[in-house]
């Protein structure tokens, strides 16, 4: 970083989540019918949209509702909730990575919390303890079971993503190409992956880059981070400095993995290189790939503390 910091997409919500009202139920339920409440309505995940940007709507326009309405926050007093409809055809309904391209980022920021919020309620109508239906409280802060009255919070996922730079040539950093419906195409992006439990950031980075493509980690930095609800991860990203050069991939996993020239990502990024497509803006990916251009990751040498 640079001292400025940086709001990525899909982060910089401007909503305020109700620090003295999540708590109380009723206080968010006596919101619900207000005149002036605001609801995003989701269809499958997609967001209700009109000409490109979001469609919200109120209480007494809302289509015919499936599940709870979940409580996002509040702005200049106005209540802000999420709901579902099993009817497609009230309106357009758009992939929240489109309307992201197309809305400001604020906005950007309210449909992530709202889509995140959704799918994990979604996947969640039984109890993990004892497989009895539960019911939300809170206007969405959590889930109950009536029968055995356990409770379960929404969840976030960490995924570290990572430029790791050359131990010798600081020109040099390490892209890679999944497998899967990428893989035959030429789109490379940092090296990323989930956290495992009972795992540090620092750690998971250095599993994820050894396990990818065989390089050894040694010193990091961390550089931001972006929610990115598809369904719930939150993106950590990080700059490097490798200790070895060797790369032995994982093919399960990675179709390829290379040491590219910094003069080549910087035209890559720009779009003026069409023999390698990067990532868009709106993922911290580019913005990871495109700081290191333009002043490197600047690292300093590190030593590992342990604190007992
Ligand atoms: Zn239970």
Not at 162 to 181: A, F, V, Y
Request: neutral net charge; aromatic residues 8%; charged residues 25%.
């Amino acid at each position: 970083m640079t001292g400025k910091e940086l709001v990525h997409a899909f982060a910089g919500n401007p909503l305020d989540r109700g620090t003295s009202i999540r708590h109380s139920g009723e206080k968010i339920d006596a919101m619900k019918e207000l005149p002036s409440a605001r609801y995003l309505v989701f269809h499958d995940l997609k967001v209700l949209t009109r000409e490109g940007a979001i469609d919200y709507v109120d209480y007494s326009s809302l289509p015919k509702l499936r599940g709870d309405q979940i409580f996002l926050g509040t702005l200049k007093n106005v209540p802000y909730f999420a709901a579902q409809t099993d009817d497609a055809d009230v309106g357009e309904f758009t992939d929240c990575r489109q309307v992201v391209r197309q809305e400001n980022l604020s906005q950007s920021g309210i449909v992530a919390q709202a889509r995140s919020m959704l799918a994990w309620h979604r996947k969640n109508p039984f109890c993990s303890r004892c497989g009895s239906e539960t019911t939300l409280e809170r206007g969405g802060q959590l889930r109950r079971c009536p029968a055995c009255n356990a409770t379960t919070h929404p969840r976030i996922d960490p995924v570290v993503i990572m430029l790791i730079e050359h131990p010798d040539d600081q020109n040099l950093c390490l892209l890679g190409k999944s497998q899967g419906r990428m893989a035959n195409s030429n789109f490379y992006s940092a090296l990323a992956g989930f956290v495992d439990q009972g795992e540090s950031l620092e750690e998971a980075v250095r599993r994820e880059v050894l396990e990818e493509s065989g390089v050894f980690v040694d010193v990091l930095k961390y550089h931001s981070s972006q929610p990115w609800p598809f369904p719930s991860s939150l993106m950590i990203g990080f700059h490097g400095r490798a200790r070895s050069t060797e790369i032995s991939i994982d093919e399960k996993e990675m179709a390829d993995v290379r040491w590219f020239s910094k003069e080549k990502v910087s035209s890559a990024i720009n779009g003026q290189d069409p023999s390698i497509m990067l990532p868009g803006p709106g993922a911290i990916a580019h913005h990871l790939i495109k700081s290191w251009t333009e002043n490197s990751a600047s690292l300093e040498s590190q030593k590992k503390v342990k604190v007992s």
